[in-house]
């Protein structure tokens, strides 16, 4: 199969030029340019990267709840001025959003794009790959991510505003966020990756950064996706998906009940994408527009990419055919089987 026409290779390279752009920009457009981009960025970037070309927008939303809202309510004074800077935030976050919807997930966002190398890495490894999850822990994963963007982005920092929480809670998400920890230690800085136990508040919160970067970083080498499926920004897009321009369109057929083959594709192990019924726009809460059930899909059209009305990339027999063949090449290759085959030939002449 051409690289050049494998939906997933293209993917790949979008998401290490955006990688490069978003974690070491400011390095060629300046620290200033870059600072004023956007601040309301539809992908997890970090403001905490000294080099990064923007910034992710649950960063303004946390401290505009705390300092904008709560403020403005507990000293009595206008609380439209206050919700101003949350409704412009918001508006520049849609503006972007709107032209790429959840496709910022799949293609664009840093951490995404480490997760999926851990995932290479682990499969390289010849670690033992978990394919999907059950479906009753997918379940109970996913209103994480709501709780995440209710509780970590929202309620705490507006808690603090209002004075009813500690002042070291009005970045509560930020101060858990892996990409916070990724990112900077991705440009050589390692300060973000601490223990601080100045008091009970930011020790709990130093102590879950470190254990959920830990937990992603040893948990993508063998599972697809770990912290996507529970991240608040995943959440957020999932409430804007319908005035995105991208989506996922199904045309189902009477084949889809027996085949499952784009639900198994997906590494957000969205099965609804197989069992659904519904004709037209099925891009689910926890999908990421990454185009794999697309691809993986053996019948012509039944599962399409589309940007507005028009197809972008649409599943084809023969695009399947080369696709599988691909990736049971790629996946054949591991360190294990290259390191057992170089000594095998030592061993037979001993």
């Known amino acids: 199969m051409n690289p050049l026409t494998n939906l997933s290779v293209i993917r790949r390279?979008?998401?290490?030029?955006?990688?490069?752009?978003?974690?070491?920009?400011?390095?060629?457009?300046?620290?200033?340019?870059?600072?004023?981009?956007?601040?309301?960025?539809?992908?997890?970037?970090?403001?905490?990267?000294?080099?990064?070309?923007?910034?992710?927008?649950?960063?303004?939303?946390?401290?505009?709840m705390a300092h904008r809202v709560g403020e403005s309510i507990s000293n009595g004074t206008s609380l439209l001025m206050g919700l101003l800077p949350v409704v412009t935030t918001l508006g520049t976050f849609l503006l972007l959003f709107v032209l790429l919807n959840k496709a910022f997930c799949g293609w664009i966002c840093p951490l995404g794009f480490f997760q999926e190398l851990l995932g290479v890495i682990g499969q390289k490894l010849g670690l033992q790959q978990r394919e999907s999850l059950a479906p009753g822990i997918v379940d109970r994963l996913r209103p994480v991510k709501w709780l995440m963007l209710g509780v970590l982005v929202f309620s705490l920092p507006l808690l603090?505003?209002?004075?009813?929480?500690?002042?070291?809670?009005?970045?509560?998400?930020?101060?858990i966020c892996p990409s916070r920890i990724m990112t900077t230690l991705a440009v050589g800085d390692t300060s973000q990756l601490y223990f601080d136990s100045a008091n009970p508040t930011v020790m709990v919160l130093s102590v879950s950064a470190d254990f959920l970067f830990g937990a992603m970083v040893a948990l993508g080498l063998t599972t697809r996706q770990p912290f996507c499926r529970i991240c608040p920004l995943l959440a957020l897009h999932a409430a804007f998906r319908k005035v995105g321009l991208a989506r996922l369109v199904k045309n189902p057929s009477p084949r889809c009940g027996k085949c499952g083959l784009c639900a198994k594709a997906c590494p957000m192990d969205i099965r609804e994408i197989h069992t659904t019924e519904k004709q037209g726009d099925i891009t689910f809460a926890d999908c990421t527009l990454c185009g794999r059930c697309v691809e993986f899909c053996p019948d012509q059209d039944v599962l399409q990419l589309k940007y507005a009305t028009f197809p972008v990339f649409s599943a084809s027999p023969r695009?399947?055919?080369?696709?599988?063949?691909a990736q049971k090449r790629w996946e054949s290759w591991t360190l294990r089987g290259w390191w057992s085959r170089r000594r095998s030939p030592a061993t037979e002449r001993a």
């Open 319 to 325: 695009y399947f055919k080369q696709r599988k063949q």
């Open 13 to 64: 390279l979008v998401q290490v030029a955006a990688f490069a752009f978003l974690v070491y920009g400011s390095v060629v457009v300046g620290y200033y340019t870059a600072d004023k981009l956007s601040v309301a960025f539809p992908a997890l970037t970090c403001a905490y990267d000294m080099r990064s070309a923007d910034y992710c927008t649950l960063i303004p939303f946390q401290h505009q």
């Open 160 to 175: 603090s505003g209002l004075g009813f929480a500690s002042h070291d809670l009005v970045g509560a998400y930020c101060a």
